[in-house]
């Protein structure tokens, strides 16, 4: 069998998850495909294909619980990922205006990702961090008490 | 640290005994590593370790790095200790000033000690915030390093565990605990030793204990902090629960947006697995039960007990039908007990103090303490523990200090999507399960949103319904299509085409919805506009036969305007306004142009003369 269906995708991360996992009955799906991700920073279908040949998991499986729970994508992501938070305290001190401001400010709509790669923006439910309120994160930095003004120089820090 | 093996309560004993013998008396520096690590607490830190090795000090004073300290709206926190110095706001540059007049002088640095309700006291037990809670299920959260089991065990980690496996049957550890009162603290509030007596009493040849730290409710984080500050409490926790139902296996699943809650239970359980606290035959008992820990996918709807079993065994996280209760058939059709973190964080102090010791707190109807994660329009945002029956009131103002800005409070919103708002008339009713539920609203996991008069009611409950109407897992019909019609019915009043009789209609579809679903997001989903119509119906009429927004923010409604002798012509909105729809010169008020202006509000919040008006 050829190491490789498609010559860009390497195997490699997905094999030293699976060897290292104690468990790849089907109920440990969710914690191979977040492995998997981790590695990849997406879920590439080629790679899907190959675990569901080694594991015995359907395809069509992985299929309806990726598409099921947010966390998952099956593209690549931009090099930062954007994520502001809706939730209940965010939005009663003003998020959505947070949010059409990245909106605007990078020129695509919540769960899109810039055409040069550079950010992807999510919109998540609540970050727990309701004290920091309207709030947002770019890739693992949070900023708190936000003000559309000040998003235009957050999002320059990252190229 | 190297652990001893714990194989008998004894061994735990001279533990414990060793640790706190080792521990010199030092001055102690426990700084909030878990929220305020977003406000720079890590910066903080280093500050501290840099300064204290160059002075050679060291050895002198101890920096432990806690869980939450609870008043999050002064992060990074720290408290200093023997004096009981409570110091927020910190930045790296205060360190020098810190070490100098705090641990060298033993003076507090009076501007780190302001709050914003304007106290100035060092000692946190002086403030309002603190004089008015009840800490015991959040007593060791910032106090303990989350991440060294040896600064647990010297709390005083794992002697409730010892007692009940070595002194206790499973059947007194549920009597107990059912005796206590205590209710599920993660929304349905029912009866936990009921529950567990339902596990116990099921026949199967493998039990599970499930620990529900899936918290998706937006504006609730409690079991977050607790995850993170004394993960050790919860392992205890649930070492008693699974020897009371007889479960062998335990799974915690906890949200991946919670990355320093993972990484904290993660490190205590390998560490509890190292000394046999987890594993066979624990303290001796000949009980052997082991945690894995899982993370969550997001998913709001597999904060339900059978959608997260669903999500456990690698499908789709959607709920089914019950009976059979996971209680009988449950993860790989076993009996299996599913508790929240707040409420499995409670045992161990039940077994501890006992159950007469429980219910002296709080009420006839709820037993114990309940945290509550206060944010939104309060002064004091952060994470409050109260007796059950206590008022809004001393949550909101005695505790949270009232509304900022000195606006007036509206609502408390209370118990996030399945929850409702409760309006000013009910500031003075004890908040317990069924005086809640009287009001349309429910206790559930204890996100309390306080809202003031610039929060729009409709738009409030409109946002719910999206949120709740994006997380139906659409298996059943009532919550996938009846959660979007009463969305865009909302959505239709919040921009001005509300017709009359969309309240009868909100109110009806509601009452499909809630007893047509299958689960519990379904069945709860139309509280917040139920309560929303209830208590704030004019708001509602406004938005339809007016045309009007009360509070001024549903943007189809409203008309921002400068009021020329107010307005002293300095140009900050003209600044701030991201259309070019003000226009003025110096010395002459300044005119917002309706046609261009997009109703954003930035001017009205950079105006310092409150010179922008919304109708």
């Known amino acids: 069998m050829p190491k490789t269906q498609s010559p860009a995708i390497d195997l490699g991360p997905a094999e030293k998850i699976l060897s290292e996992?104690?468990?790849?009955e089907p109920d440990s799906l969710i914690p191979i495909l977040q492995k998997l991700q981790e590695a990849y920073g997406y879920l590439?279908?080629?790679?899907?294909?190959?675990?569901?040949?080694?594991?015995?998991?359907?395809?069509?499986?992985?299929h309806g619980v990726i598409t099921f729970y947010t966390q998952f994508h099956t593209k690549p992501h931009g090099r930062h990922t954007v994520r502001i938070c809706e939730g209940t305290a965010c939005h009663v001190k003003g998020s959505p205006r947070i949010s059409e401001r990245i909106s605007k400010e990078l020129e695509i709509e919540p769960g899109a990702t810039t055409k040069d790669m550079r950010f992807t923006f999510e919109i998540v439910a609540c970050m727990g961090t309701c004290f920091l309120a309207p709030v947002m994160?770019?890739?693992?930095?949070?900023?708190?008490?936000?003000?559309?003004?000040?998003?235009?120089?957050?999002?320059?820090k990252y190229e | 640290m190297t652990y001893p093996v714990i194989a008998y309560p004894d061994d735990l004993e001279i533990f414990r005994k060793r640790i706190t013998a080792e521990k010199v008396s030092r001055k102690q520096i426990l700084l909030c590593m878990t929220g305020c690590r977003a406000l720079g607490a890590e910066e903080v830190g280093k500050a501290f370790h840099e300064k204290l090795r160059m002075a050679g000090l060291e050895?002198?004073?101890?920096?432990?790095?806690?869980?939450?300290?609870?008043?999050?709206?002064?992060?990074?926190?720290?408290?200093?200790?023997?004096?009981?110095?409570?110091?927020?706001?910190?930045?790296?540059?205060?360190?020098?000033e810190i070490i100098e007049k705090t641990l060298k002088g033993g003076l507090p640095v009076a501007r780190l000690c302001a709050d914003a309700d304007g106290n100035t006291t060092a000692d946190p037990d002086e403030l309002p915030f603190f004089q008015h809670q009840s800490k015991e299920v959040l007593k060791n959260c910032g106090r303990v390093d989350p991440r060294k089991l040896e600064s647990a065990v010297a709390a005083g980690a794992y002697q409730a565990a010892a007692r009940a496996l070595t002194k206790m049957s499973p059947e007194e550890i549920i009597d107990e605990v059912l005796n206590s009162g205590l209710r599920g603290r993660g929304g349905a509030g029912f009866l936990t030793g009921q529950k567990w007596r339902f596990c116990r009493r099921a026949e199967?040849?493998?039990?599970?204990?499930?620990?529900?730290?899936d918290e998706g409710d937006p504006g609730a984080f409690m079991d977050r902090a607790l995850l993170e500050g004394n993960p050790h409490q919860i392992i205890e926790g649930m070492i008693i629960a699974a020897f009371a139902i007889g479960a062998s296996r335990g799974f915690i699943y906890v949200r991946a947006e919670y990355p320093i809650a993972v990484e904290h239970i993660t490190i205590a359980s390998e560490q509890a697995r190292a000394c046999g606290l987890l594993g066979k035959n624990i303290f001796g008992s000949g009980f052997s039960f082991d945690i894995e820990i899982r993370m969550g996918a997001g998913a709001f709807v597999c904060g339900e007990e059978t959608a997260l079993i669903a999500s456990l065994e690698g499908e789709r996280g959607m709920p089914s039908p019950r009976p059979p209760f996971p209680a009988v058939k449950g993860f790989k059709g076993m009996p299996t007990n599913i508790n929240n973190v707040e409420t499995l964080a409670n045992v161990p102090l039940i077994i501890e103090k006992g159950k007469t010791w429980f219910s002296a707190i709080g009420t006839p109807d709820g037993r114990g303490t309940k945290i509550f994660a206060l944010a939104g329009k309060v002064i004091n945002t952060g994470l409050v523990e109260v007796p059950?029956?206590?008022?809004?009131?001393?949550i909101v103002f005695d505790i949270g200090g009232g509304i900022p800005g000195g606006r007036t409070f509206k609502a408390a919103q209370i118990g996030g999507p399945s929850g409702g708002c409760i309006p000013d008339e009910f500031?003075?009713?004890?908040?317990?399960?069924?005086?809640?539920?009287?009001?349309?609203?429910?206790?559930?996991?204890?996100?309390?949103?306080?809202?003031?008069?610039?929060?729009?009611?409709?738009?409030?409950?409109?946002?719910?319904?999206?949120?709740?109407?994006?997380?139906?897992c659409g298996k059943c019909v009532p919550c996938r299509v009846g959660t979007q019609h009463m969305v865009n019915l909302l959505t239709d009043i919040c921009s001005g085409r509300g017709r009359p009789g969309d309240i009868k209609k909100l109110e009806d579809l509601s009452g499909v919805v809630k007893k047509g679903s299958l689960?519990?997001?379904?069945?709860?989903?139309?509280?917040?506009?139920?309560?929303?119509?209830?208590?704030?119906?004019?708001e509602y009429e406004a938005h339809i036969n007016d045309g009007r927004c009360p509070a001024g923010v549903c943007k189809n409604l409203i008309e921002y305007s400068i009021i020329a002798e107010a307005c002293r012509a300095c140009g900050k909105c003209i600044k701030v306004c991201s259309v070019d729809a003000i226009r003025g010169e110096k010395k002459t008020p300044h005119i917002i142009n309706p046609a261009l202006c997009i109703r954003c509000g930035e001017c009205m919040d950079v105006c310092p003369f409150d010179a922008v008006a919304v109708k």
Not at chain 2, 204 to 213: D, F, H, P, S
């Open chain 1, 21 to 24: 996992m104690k468990n790849t």
């Open chain 2, 204 to 213: 199967g040849e493998q039990k599970y204990l499930i620990c529900n730290a």
């Open chain 2, 427 to 472: 500031l003075d009713l004890p908040l317990d399960y069924e005086s809640v539920k009287e009001l349309g609203a429910i206790i559930g996991s204890g996100g309390l949103i306080v809202m003031d008069d610039r929060t729009c009611m409709v738009d409030m409950a409109r946002f719910f319904l999206d949120f709740v109407q994006k997380e139906s």
């Open chain 1, 44 to 62: 590439p279908v080629p790679v899907l294909k190959w675990v569901s040949g080694q594991t015995g998991i359907p395809t069509s499986r992985m």
């Open chain 2, 388 to 394: 059950l029956g206590a008022t809004l009131r001393r």
């Open chain 1, 137 to 156: 994160m770019v890739d693992e930095d949070y900023y708190g008490q936000l003000k559309p003004d000040k998003i235009k120089s957050i999002l320059e």
């Open chain 2, 519 to 538: 689960c519990g997001l379904g069945q709860t989903a139309p509280n917040p506009v139920l309560t929303t119509i209830r208590y704030f119906r004019k």
């Open chain 2, 59 to 96: 050895e002198e004073f101890e920096i432990i790095e806690t869980g939450c300290h609870g008043q999050c709206s002064r992060a990074p926190v720290l408290l200093i200790e023997p004096e009981h110095f409570l110091y927020g706001g910190v930045s790296p540059d205060d360190v020098d």
